[in-house]
């Protein structure tokens, strides 16, 4: 019988074109017929916006967004902490404003029911943000222009940054940036749900930045033939490359430390996991990025455990996994920060049903890094 995450992986196979099998085509037929539509009110919406009957709001800040035309992980979140740092250096007040994955409206620098862990409250992306830029006030929910009002209003910022914002319209904004996946970057050509595009491609004329990123994993070919399809639908547009660095790792748990278990953490060196067998976890957007992450580090994968994005833990998977490292004789797993985030209070929940697990669980951090032309990336930021 298919499960909620069989099902979901065999859509993807198919918005990929990575099924081709007789079942497989036949799916791929209705789905187009929604794609398209899905392309006709995307027309509607941008003919109703161009003639101002659907009304953008333009706020007293400079307004960035960080987005991407395709669905699934580019790395936006590494690259929205990216641009908020550079900010942060040139002594801005920011904000960012971000959808949330599932929440309702809420502002995470001023929210805090003590009761829930953070990412219950406003999402896992926002509360990553929030423990990796406690500086700057996070506001979370669907009402972007609301909240921009309210971060310029009484928070004082001068720049928002628009999470997740290229597809959002309501809210007018002075800098696009793109973040395109170097190994895939547009898919088949189609759009949702028949392929991965989150609208047609033609559109990234409205963008003025992009950043290819994960350029590690991919050919010099592949990267020039990106660039070569940006310019040719965005002539004028500044292209950059970058990859995703492991620049921390802490471990969160262990099973044979108490204080561990009581809220602190053990930063270790980033060579602690050479040549260490481990287990890998992770329900992020590129689960297979992570994975060589890690082998950039030297670990020994053993096994690993893909979850979808945005995966809600519970203690099922908190045994799987156990059960997975007795099989495996593994008794360190390794996570990505945005997994710890909701796998550590978890542990904390079940404490003394972890304490017969003897597991040690790290998490392991990335950064950003524009890998050519940063000191122009940071002069058309900062441009006023």
């Given at each position: 019988?298919?499960?909620q995450?069989?099902?979901?992986?065999?859509?993807?196979?198919?918005?990929?074109?990575?099924?081709?099998d007789?079942?497989a085509?036949?799916?791929?037929?209705?789905?187009?017929?929604?794609?398209l539509?899905?392309?006709?009110?995307?027309?509607?919406?941008?003919?109703?916006?161009?003639?101002?009957?659907?009304?953008?709001t333009?706020?007293?800040?400079?307004?960035?967004?960080v987005?991407?035309?395709?669905?699934?992980g580019?790395?936006?979140?590494?690259?929205?902490?990216?641009?908020?740092?550079?900010?942060?250096?040139?002594?801005?007040?920011?904000?960012?404003?971000?959808?949330?994955?599932?929440?309702?409206?809420?502002?995470?620098?001023?929210?805090?029911?003590?009761?829930?862990?953070?990412?219950?409250?406003?999402?896992?992306?926002?509360?990553?943000?929030?423990?990796?830029?406690?500086?700057?006030?996070?506001?979370?929910?669907?009402?972007?222009?609301?909240?921009?009002?309210?971060?310029?209003?009484?928070?004082?910022?001068d720049?928002?940054?628009?999470?997740?914002g290229?597809?959002?319209?309501?809210?007018?904004?002075?800098?696009?940036?793109?973040?395109?996946?170097?190994?895939n970057p547009?898919?088949?050509?189609?759009?949702?749900?028949?392929?991965?595009?989150?609208?047609?491609?033609?559109?990234?004329?409205?963008?003025?930045?992009?950043?290819?990123?994960?350029?590690?994993?991919?050919?010099?070919?592949?990267?020039?033939?990106?660039?070569?399809?940006?310019?040719?639908?965005?002539?004028?547009?500044?292209?950059?490359?970058?990859?995703?660095?492991?620049?921390?790792?802490?471990?969160?748990?262990?099973?044979?430390?108490?204080?561990?278990?009581?809220?602190?953490?053990?930063?270790?060196?980033?060579?602690?996991?050479?040549?260490?067998?481990?287990?890998?976890?992770?329900?992020?957007?590129?689960?297979?990025?992570?994975?060589?992450?890690?082998?950039?580090?030297?670990?020994?994968?053993?096994?690993?455990?893909?979850?979808?994005?945005?995966?809600?833990?519970?203690?099922?998977?908190?045994?799987?996994?156990?059960n997975?490292?007795?099989?495996t004789?593994?008794?360190?797993?390794?996570?990505?920060?945005?997994?710890?985030?909701?796998?550590?209070?978890?542990?904390?929940?079940?404490?003394?049903?972890?304490?017969?697990?003897?597991?040690?669980?790290l998490?392991?951090?990335?950064?950003?890094?524009i890998?050519?032309?940063?000191?122009?990336?940071?002069?058309?930021?900062?441009?006023?």
């Amino acid at each position: 019988m298919l499960n909620q995450k069989s099902i979901r992986e065999y859509m993807y196979s198919l918005m990929t074109d990575r099924r081709n099998d007789f079942i497989a085509s036949i799916f791929k037929y209705p789905l187009l017929f929604v794609s398209l539509l899905y392309l006709a009110v995307l027309k509607i919406t941008f003919l109703l916006r161009q003639n101002g009957i659907l009304p953008t709001t333009y706020l007293n800040a400079k307004v960035i967004s960080v987005g991407n035309i395709t669905f699934g992980g580019t790395g936006k979140t590494p690259l929205v902490e990216f641009v908020s740092r550079i900010l942060l250096d040139s002594n801005k007040k920011v904000a960012i404003l971000t959808r949330g994955y599932k929440i309702a409206s809420k502002d995470i620098s001023r929210s805090g029911n003590k009761n829930r862990p953070l990412f219950e409250e406003i999402g896992d992306e926002p509360a990553l943000l929030r423990m990796k830029l406690p500086q700057i006030d996070v506001l979370v929910g669907p009402d972007r222009v609301n909240n921009g009002r309210t971060a310029v209003s009484k928070s004082g910022a001068d720049v928002l940054i628009l999470d997740d914002g290229f597809q959002y319209w309501p809210l007018s904004r002075d800098i696009d940036i793109l973040a395109i996946d170097a190994k895939n970057p547009f898919g088949n050509g189609m759009l949702l749900p028949r392929g991965i595009l989150r609208e047609p491609i033609e559109n990234m004329n409205r963008a003025s930045i992009f950043v290819i990123t994960k350029i590690d994993v991919a050919t010099q070919e592949q990267i020039n033939d990106i660039k070569s399809k940006i310019k040719s639908i965005n002539p004028a547009a500044f292209i950059f490359t970058a990859v995703h660095k492991p620049e921390s790792m802490v471990e969160f748990a262990n099973s044979q430390k108490l204080d561990a278990l009581a809220g602190a953490e053990n930063n270790l060196d980033l060579g602690f996991i050479k040549g260490k067998e481990i287990l890998t976890v992770s329900g992020i957007g590129d689960n297979e990025y992570f994975l060589n992450t890690l082998k950039s580090l030297g670990a020994v994968i053993k096994e690993s455990i893909f979850y979808q994005d945005h995966h809600p833990y519970s203690f099922g998977d908190l045994e799987y996994i156990a059960n997975t490292c007795r099989q495996t004789g593994v008794r360190t797993i390794i996570v990505t920060e945005k997994d710890m985030i909701k796998i550590k209070p978890l542990i904390h929940r079940h404490l003394l049903a972890f304490e017969s697990f003897q597991l040690q669980f790290l998490a392991v951090g990335v950064k950003l890094e524009i890998t050519e032309n940063l000191g122009k990336f940071k002069e058309l930021i900062l441009v006023k």
